[in-house]
Structure formats: C-alpha cells, structure tokens
C-alpha cells in the first residue's frame, strides 16, 4: 500500500496538527481513497460529526485526487455537498475522490464519497478546482514536498 505525502499543518492531512484527522491517502487508479475515525471534537450535535467537517474531509480527498492523477497544484473554485444520513463519529468511514475531468492544465472536476463500514454513502460531492496562482503554487508543492 503506498500512502500519498501530507501537508504539514494541514486540519485533514497535516501529520503536526495537534487537533487534525491526520488522515493518509492512498492513491487509487482514478483518485484516492481513505478510512478514518473521526475524534469526537469534530461532532456538531452529539455522535454526528459537524457538517463542515464532512464538506472538509471530501474538499481534502478531492485536491489529492486531482494532484494524484495530475500532479497539478490547484485551489478549491466550487464544492457542492449532499448530505445523505447522519455522519458518526464513532464508526469507520471511507473516503474517497475521483479526477472525473480536466480542462487543460487550469480547471477540475471532481466527486467524492464519505461512506461507513458497510458502504452506505452518507455524503457525496462535486468539485471543480482551479490551478494555483504561478507565484503561490510552489509555496504550497513545498509543504506537500517537505513530507515525501
């Protein structure tokens, strides 16, 4: 299993958040793929984890599907989220975002899933991401490159 760097402080990647996920992707053909625990500091109301933290968790698995697939450094443009049932935070859940298209070197589409441990999705997502501005994408490929 080969696990895709982190961002450094990062609140869903970042391995020296001290109050992160510390979540760890895995690539997967088309995107990447994760299963996580989410700490109960995370919860909205009691056991369910805030939704926020849902629209954070499939924004982060979105980014890396692109720059899994295409190695491209972009920010976040739109995200649309459909919350389907209840999120816990006392069970398992996967992660998981697919590059469904890209428009040159410049704009992304993408989708994601949060599902619990029997595979239900509990939210979905679509995404569309643009390239980083020239003079900020090298400082953000650096916080990714300083944990590879």
């Not at 700490?39 to 849902?54: A, I, N, S, T």
């Not at 739109?78 to 996967?94: D, F, G, H, M, N």
Request: net charge neutral; aromatic share 6%.
């Amino acid at each position: 299993m080969t696990m895709l760097p982190t961002s450094r402080d990062c609140v869903i990647c970042g391995k020296d958040n001290p109050i992160g996920v510390k979540l760890r992707w895995e690539p997967t053909p088309t995107g990447v793929s994760a299963t996580t625990l989410m700490p109960e500091h995370f919860q909205g109301f009691k056991g369910v984890l805030h939704g926020g933290l849902v629209c954070a968790l499939l924004d982060d698995a979105m980014w890396w599907a692109i720059y899994t697939t295409r190695k491209a450094v972009t920010l976040t443009a739109e995200i649309t989220v459909r919350y389907k049932a209840p999120v816990s935070v006392a069970s398992p859940l996967t992660v998981r975002a697919d590059l469904v298209e890209a428009r040159g070197s410049r704009i992304f589409s993408t989708s994601g899933q949060v599902l619990n441990a029997e595979g239900k999705v509990l939210a979905e997502a679509t995404g569309k991401f643009m390239a980083a501005p020239a003079d900020l994408a090298p400082q953000l490929l650096r916080a990714i490159e300083q944990e590879a």
